[in-house]
């Protein structure tokens, strides 16, 4: 579901950029290199996935993209919710929008 936004729009929608390639590096390298591939998922914002020969792949991301991905999640839950999504995605995309000043509380008569 998390691709639901990457898949549907193309990545040329300001919103979904093109997705990175992942990272893939074996469990010993990853054990060796514990701190760089740390590093490197919470610097740029990337994914990492540790194979390992006799057990199944584990992917590493930073929480940030944990809580990215959790949030998405939760907003396209709702069938009514994603499809406001898709129309706001797609006037992004048209540029059918107009910009609006926010309204602060002090200032309204």
Sequence with gaps: MYNYLYMSFPSSCEL???PKAMKIV?????????KAV??????????????????PDAV???KAHYDGIMETLHLLRSPANAARLR?????????????????H?????
């Design 26 to 34: 074996n469990y010993t390298d990853a054990r060796n290199g514990l």
């Design 105 to 109: 509380p002090d200032e309204q008569a």
């Design 38 to 55: 740390l590093d490197q998922v919470s610097d740029d914002a990337d994914v990492t996935i540790i194979t390992r020969r006799d057990g």
């Design 60 to 62: 590493v991301m930073s």
């Design 16 to 18: 979904a950029p093109a």
């Design 87 to 103: 129309v706001s995605v797609a006037n992004v995309r048209d540029k059918a929008y107009q910009a609006r000043n926010l309204i």
